[in-house]
Antibody, heavy 124, light 108 residues
Framework: QLQLQESGPGLVKPSETLSLTCTVSGVSISSSYYWWGWFRQPPGKGLEWIGTSYYTGSTYYNPSLQARVTVSLDTSMNQFSLKLTSVAAADTAVYYC????????????????WGQGILVAVSS | SYVLTQPPSVSVTPGKTAGITCGGVHFRSESVNWYQQRPGQAPLLVISYDTDRPSGIPERFSGSNSGNTATLTISRVEAGDEADYYCQVWDSSSNHWVFGGGTKLTVL
């Protein structure tokens, strides 16, 4: 059964780097059938896509976060990670990891499996 | 870049039909996805590529896209449908995903 589980610190200090890991079970992240992505949701607000990565190293990032974000895959551990540098209070959110099937269509497929989310607060 | 506009809230009585719109821009060749998010839970994909219903999603959920406005329709609404609903589009001009602001569906 496919499962995605986010892990990492629940509290990060301003100006530091937020680092999260998504552990995937039930499917290999090195499969050519899937991309892997990160999202976030500030308390009481809507969803925001952060970035998506493929086993080849291809990545797409939200233009508003691109300068601070890195999404990478560790195929040996079947995990993928998120790093967000120079965080501020506005980066406080629930962070989700999710799976995106590859699609033969011109438009990418949506995200079909999600982790339960992890709350990360940015505060001194 | 896309700006997707959703009504902040929609209310419906049980057994009736609810429609949630996503619009404000012309959807070029892109199609719209819809997610349901119950309180405290992760989003759940309920409609993909405008009209496709993933396995396990009830037939009561359907989608349409007129080119200017996409609509998620929930027929025979149940109390369990109460949730936030988000539309999503892939902006191919800048290669990034965009979400609408979300609509809170209240079942009266």
């Amino acid at each position: 059964q496919l499962q995605l589980q986010e892990s990492g610190p629940g509290l990060v200090k301003p100006s530091e780097t937020l680092s999260l890991t998504c552990t995937v079970s039930g499917v290999s992240i090195s499969s050519s059938y899937y991309w892997w992505g990160w999202f976030r949701q500030p308390p009481g607000k809507g969803l925001e896509w952060i970035g998506t990565s493929y086993y080849t190293g291809s990545t797409y990032y939200n233009p508003s976060l691109q300068a601070r974000v890195t999404v990478s895959l560790d195929t040996s551990m079947n995990q993928f990670s998120l790093k967000l540098t120079s965080v501020a209070a506005a980066d406080t959110a629930v962070y989700y990891c999710a799976r995106q099937p590859s699609s033969p269509r011109p438009q990418p497929a949506p995200f079909d499996y999600w982790g339960q989310g992890i709350l990360v607060a940015v505060s001194s | 870049s896309y700006v997707l506009t959703q009504p902040p809230s929609v209310s419906v009585t049980p057994g009736k039909t609810a429609g949630i719109t996503c619009g404000g821009v012309h959807f070029r060749s892109e199609s719209v996805n819809w997610y349901q998010q119950r309180p405290g839970q992760a989003p759940l994909l309920v409609i993909s590529y405008d009209t496709d219903r993933p396995s396990g999603i009830p037939e009561r959920f359907s989608g349409s896209n007129s080119g200017n406005t996409a609509t998620l329709t929930i027929s025979r609404v149940e109390a369990g449908d109460e949730a936030d609903y988000y539309c999503q589009v892939w902006d191919s001009s800048s290669n990034h995903w965009v979400f609408g602001g979300g609509t809170k569906l209240t079942v009266l």
